[in-house]
């Protein structure tokens, strides 16, 4: 390492060498970077599984564009709609289909008591309203009072029940007063906010749901003649329908603003958010620890090189080499524990956390940067390196 | 002191010998602001000799780490001349004399070895500041250096492992490893026992006859001070004797 280090600098590596000269400081350093990364990564993805847990309703839409009411800021909230914006959005020109989404929620009481929260989409089965094949195949299902297809992914739920659902064997249990006929199961994944899916007939959703009425669904799915360009029939969309009520967006931009909201609004998202910031810090002031004490152990050396005629430049290299070791060396044992922690918190939550590249790549600048940033206030002490003060 | 020995007393007119390495003219120096302003050096007057070992006396606060200081680029000229190896510090800048600073030799009371450097990479220090066309043959260079002064068997040591007078041995190698032009000493010997402090010396005196290498010592070892071609004695802040030994 020392070899190659100084082949790459075109120096001694003396940053290098200081920092393993003293292995404990070296090993307590490199924890405190690893534990900035582990916590800055595992922030980063809670953040994504909000995203992600957020899309994956959205990504079931078989919609080009989505009409809302126009206090919606999630799927789940907002009021809900006139179907009269159906039909009217039906009279537009260059929109194919439009259909209605009914959401709601619903708890699911397990034999030991738990609950589980279920997202509830009624659909009209006669249309293709979820682009998802296993519930595209049992809409004539469905269409049959108080039957539902459930998420295979239901958190915390023996696999074996869904197996067997899955396997032709439905499984009854109460909503709401009301006794469900699960027969088929389709695969989404919980969120945050929710265990899982239950997809139902806008018919059974209105049994399920009293208090809500068939002219009032949540949201309108709206899909466009093939070929068709979507900015222009946003406008004439926007234009015909009454913007005190509805509004028009792109399933896409629905769901910008739905992640904008979650992630920036609510504390669950701020949260996340937070703890990012909070392990930067942790990790700045941690390598700033370690470099500031190096150099301030190190004073007299430094000012006996100042003597011998190296520059202030040549200091800031020294600083800047620890930092950026402590930086790669640090995020790897980081990063391999957050992938081991990203498996176990998935496998037990279901939550959609997945390490990527790009959030690997970010975190790995953002701990180059940060122990860049932790150098840079460290070599504030360097100016104290006065040769004169040697004799 | 037995100064009567001495043979040759300094004059003015030495400031103005070509091959002077150090030309110091009426040079004043102070410390502190306002009315805590205090004059350190008062009228300074000297030239230092190519190749010659010159200690220089005094008691504390008489002003010799201060004009020490000054001719080894570590401090900036206020008032008067300092022509170091023909370039007038009187006004250079930080750049201009970091740039001077290459060409000197420093030797401190302390030996500020770096701790996680062995003593060849020690000693490597004092090549490396000089850029790469001077690594070629630097172990070779460290080594040969580090042998004369009675350290071969210890090069790859950490100064961890080396006693108080064998870290200073590294740090005279480090001092002159870069062949300077000038050495500048601030009781070198200090650290050393009688055969290491001659040995030291003795090499001093050596790269001074054979390449011309001046060296200015603060010292008060005796047995150094009877090897100083010249003694110069300061006393608040100003020159009081002066001259060549025999």
Partial sequence: MTILLGHLLGRLPIGWLQLVHNKTRLAAALAGVAFASVLVLMQLGFLGALVASIKLPYDQMNADLLISASDMNTLADGSPLPRQRMFEALTVKGVQSATPLYYGKVEWKQPDGTIRNLDVFGIDPSVETLRNPAISARLNDISLSDVALIDARVRNVSKSLFAKIAAGEPYRFEVKGRTLKVVGTFEIGGGFSADGYLVVSDQTFLRLFPQRSAGAPNHILVTLAPGADPAPILERLRATLPADDSIVRTVEETFGRDQAFQTTQRPVGLVFGFGVVIGILVGIIIVYQVLSTDVAEHLKEYATFKAIGYSQRFFLGIVFEEALILAILGFVPGFLVSLLLYTVVATVTGLPLAMTWARAAFVLMGTLGMCALSGAIATRKLARANPADLF | ?246
Wanted: glycine share 10%.
């Fill in chain 2, 1 to 246: 002191m037995d100064l009567s020995a001495r043979r040759e007393l300094y004059t003015d007119g030495d400031l103005n010998r070509p091959d002077a390495p150090v030309v110091v003219k009426g040079l004043n120096h102070w410390f502190g602001e306002g009315e805590a302003r205090k004059q350190a050096l008062f009228d300074v007057n000297l030239a230092l000799e190519r190749g010659k070992l010159t200690v220089l006396l005094g008691a504390s606060g008489s002003g010799k780490t201060t004009l020490l200081t000054l001719m080894g680029c570590l401090r900036r000229v206020q008032e008067g001349s300092l022509t170091l190896l023909g370039t007038q510090l009187a006004g250079a800048d930080e750049r201009l004399l970091v740039q001077c600073r290459r060409r000197l030799g420093f030797i401190f009371q302390a030996h500020n070895l770096h701790e996680s450097l062995t003593a060849m990479e020690n000693v490597r220090i004092g090549l490396e500041v000089h850029g790469k066309a001077a690594m070629a043959g630097w172990e070779r260079a460290s080594a040969h250096l580090l042998k004369i002064l009675g350290l071969g068997e210890r090069l790859h040591y950490l100064p961890g492992n080396l006693s108080g007078g064998q870290k200073q041995r590294v740090a005279v190698a480090r001092a002159l490893v870069g062949n300077p032009d000038i050495v500048f000493a601030d009781e070198p010997t200090a650290a050393l026992d009688k055969n290491s402090a001659l040995n030291a010396v003795a090499l001093l005196k050596r790269l001074g006859t054979e390449r011309g290498t001046t060296t200015l010592m603060v010292t008060h070892d005796t047995k150094i001070m009877s090897l100083a071609d010249r003694i110069i004695t300061m006393e608040d802040g100003r020159i009081v004797d002066d001259r060549g030994t025999t």
